[in-house]
């Protein structure tokens, strides 16, 4: 028997480059929604390995790979979320804001989280489903809860007990009960509810830096192969005391391999392969592609120096392409910050027991005011520059070469003015509730024009998502903001944005049409109102209407206007366009039959507010664009809207992710 299992381990242990590819190819999979395309890839797989084997060993690794396949398609298939039922849930995370409730594989969220502690019961009688605003790149939470299988939240919720009795629930209430809990719910549980640390929440999880930092001070003290197993021990009891977070298990596990597996062909491959069995939805989480990425593309360099050039410049990127900044200080520094974070860590403990050092640590703690805004650089990144990226990451670490690690630092360089780089038309029709917000780039950022900025009552949209998200695409001022007409929903952001942003020019009226300095034909249309009756002018009927051409495709925004105004452009206009903004968020006042007839759009834009009190847009107006053949899209329903063109062809793409393309196949004539 002992024979037997050493000729397995033997086999096994010659598969070097069997196990490499596997767990690629398994890391692809994962990746993939769509079961039909996951199983063509496992056939795929097995095929190179029938042409790239002989025969008797290809049939021992094809069995091999469909092992590893079924116990992945397995898990995934066990752990799919479901669709919550009411009844009983657990409490399973807490974080700022928001618990996350799970029974069984039903998961659920709820917002009332003041009086819950880990582990605690909560029954559920009705849902409602999760829904925020959605304009990629900002952050939507809606989005990363999806990303965790949860679509409902919480409508009613009853505590069931006064005190969870598990054990992650006592010690969670234990915490809580510090007098600086929050110092140590940070910690422990990474919830920032104090303004005062929150740079110290931005230098990443604070659990992993303290069993890094643990592991590099007992390795001083004790034996590799004890130490492995002792960490792996440790790391198991910090799961059963705090809630299991893919950062947690990709440790553990990546702990226990190295425990088991000597070379790292087989230690790195089976890591990765392993993690992906427990969380096969964790493909894409930065706590697997970061280290996992970085250990896979140093192992080919010889050199030290490569080594940590690569190191660098893997942070860089993971950071750009994941989270949307670069923070300069963690591309050379990430290890070095995370030990001293555990230290730190480290140092924080006795405060668990003895009140005054907790006390005195806080105001310690509370007079430094550090801001990591002064080394990040904010930006988010096009398509061509990414795969610009990726393609001289992979060519540099095959075959490494300096010129090529200068040529991607030079990229990376060059990250902080990207999108004055960009060759495509850009228009934006952001997801701003119940109101207009249009941003229109030209290439290379030659000009920057907005079409409206709406306002919202509870919130200052100006500098929660309009600044953002300008920022974002790295835009410092706005060349032109042309208001429609002055309703609250239409131009409610307009002097917030305008205190805290660059605008060069706000153009509120069709005599300004002068103002307007862009490299492409823009019209203000319809200057002349004298066919309004003095009775019946009102601010909709005023609302500047706005033609433009780029690409050979033709945008139209009509503002608020009615059906009246609509008339009157198909007696002085040819109105022809490709894409049409729908007048007063799809109301029946606009987009009447011979308007859309006239306009005979491929694509309308709708911009309503998620369960409006209005009920926008109107079922008329969905059944005239039904009827037409003319193809919608609702922000309400999608989220922003990108149209980006080049070259007469245009891409649309959604925030949920919905992507279309277009090509100008006819002449339009001004």
């Not at 880990?118 to 990629?136: A, M, S």
């Not at 992993?208 to 643990?214: M, S, W, Y």
């Not at 051409?549 to 007696?571: C, P």
């Not at 309503?608 to 009827?627: A, I």
Request: proline share 3%; aromatic share 14%; charged share 15%.
């Amino acid at each position: 028997m002992a024979k037997r299992n050493s000729q397995i381990y033997k086999s096994l242990s010659a598969c070097k480059p069997f196990w490499i590819l596997a767990a690629l190819a398994l890391w692809c999979i994962a990746q993939i929604n769509d079961r039909v395309l996951q199983i063509g890839f496992i056939v795929l797989i097995a095929l190179f390995l029938w042409i790239r084997f002989e025969k008797q060993e290809a049939f021992f690794k094809i069995g091999l790979w469909f092992a590893i396949s079924l116990i992945f398609v397995l898990s995934t298939f066990l752990q799919k979320p479901q669709m919550p039922t009411p009844g009983l849930f657990h409490v399973q995370t807490i974080r700022n804001g928001y618990a996350v409730l799970q029974k069984g594989n039903e998961k659920a969220v709820t917002y009332e989280k003041e009086e819950l502690v880990l582990g605690d019961v909560v029954e559920i009688k009705d849902f409602e489903p999760v829904h925020t605003q959605n304009n990629q790149p900002l952050f939507c939470f809606a989005d990363y809860l999806k990303s965790l299988g949860i679509t409902q939240s919480a409508k009613t919720m009853k505590r069931m007990n006064g005190l969870s009795n598990s054990w992650k629930g006592k010690v969670s209430a234990w915490i809580n009960a510090h007098d600086q809990s929050g110092l140590y719910r940070l910690l422990f549980y990474g919830l920032n509810d104090q303004d005062q640390l929150e740079w110290l929440n931005e230098l990443g999880l604070p659990l992993i830096a303290l069993c890094t930092t643990l592991k590099k001070i007992l390795s001083r003290l004790m034996y590799k192969e004890r130490l492995g197993w002792m960490m792996s021990a440790f790391l198991f009891s910090i799961m059963l005391c705090f809630p299991i977070t893919p950062s947690l298990m990709r440790l553990f596990v990546f702990t226990t391999m190295a425990n088991i597996f000597s070379k790292w062909e087989e230690r790195w491959s089976l890591s990765v392969i392993c993690f992906l069995w427990i969380c096969p939805f964790a493909a894409t989480n930065l706590c697997l592609v970061l280290p996992a990425g970085l250990s896979f593309l140093t192992h080919f360099q010889k050199q030290s120096s490569a080594k940590k050039v690569i190191n660098v410049l893997w942070c860089g990127i993971c950071q750009i392409l994941w989270m949307n900044h670069l923070n300069i200080l963690f591309c050379g520094t990430f290890l070095f910050v995370r030990t001293i974070y555990g230290w730190f860590f480290l140092a924080c403990l006795p405060g668990l027991f003895i009140p005054n050092y907790a006390n005195w640590l806080w105001q310690m703690i509370s007079q430094f005011e550090i801001t990591m805004q002064n080394f990040t650089i904010q930006g988010y990144v096009p398509f061509w520059y990414s795969a610009l990226l990726i393609a001289l990451l992979i060519s540099m670490t095959w075959n490494w070469k300096r010129y090529k690690a200068v040529c991607l630092t030079i990229s990376l360089v060059f990250y902080s003015w990207i999108w004055q780089f960009d060759p495509f038309f850009h228009v934006w029709q952001l997801d701003i509730g119940q109101g207009d917000c249009a941003v229109i780039v030209e290439p290379f950022q030659n000009s920057v024009t907005m079409i409206d900025a709406a306002g919202t009552l509870n919130k200052d949209n100006a500098t929660t998502l309009i600044i953002p998200f300008l920022q974002a695409l790295q835009i410092d001022h706005i060349d032109q903001l042309i208001v429609t007409h002055d309703d609250f929903d239409h131009s409610g952001s307009v002097q917030s944005l305008s205190e805290h942003f660059q605008v060069d020019h706000v153009i509120v009226d069709e005599s300004q049409k002068n103002e307007i300095e862009v490299g492409y034909d823009f019209q203000l249309l319809l200057e002349n109102r004298d066919f309004l009756e003095v009775n019946e002018e009102e601010p909709n009927d005023l609302s500047i209407v706005c033609m433009f051409q780029y690409d050979g495709f033709r945008y139209l925004w009509t503002g608020d206007a009615s059906r009246l105004v609509e008339s009157k452009l198909i007696e002085q206009y040819n109105v022809d366009c490709d894409i049409l903004k729908l007048g007063h968020h799809g109301s029946n006042t606009s987009s009447s039959q011979s308007f859309l007839e006239q306009t005979s759009p491929q694509f309308a834009l709708i911009s309503s507010g998620y369960q409006n009190r209005y009920g926008h847009p109107s079922v008329e107006v969905l059944e005239r664009l039904n009827k037409l053949g003319i193809d919608r899209i609702n922000t309400a329903d999608h989220g922003c809207i990108h149209l980006m063109s080049f070259q007469n062809m245009m891409s649309i793409d959604t925030g949920d992710g919905i992507v279309s393309l277009m090509f100008a196949n006819r002449l339009k004539d001004n």
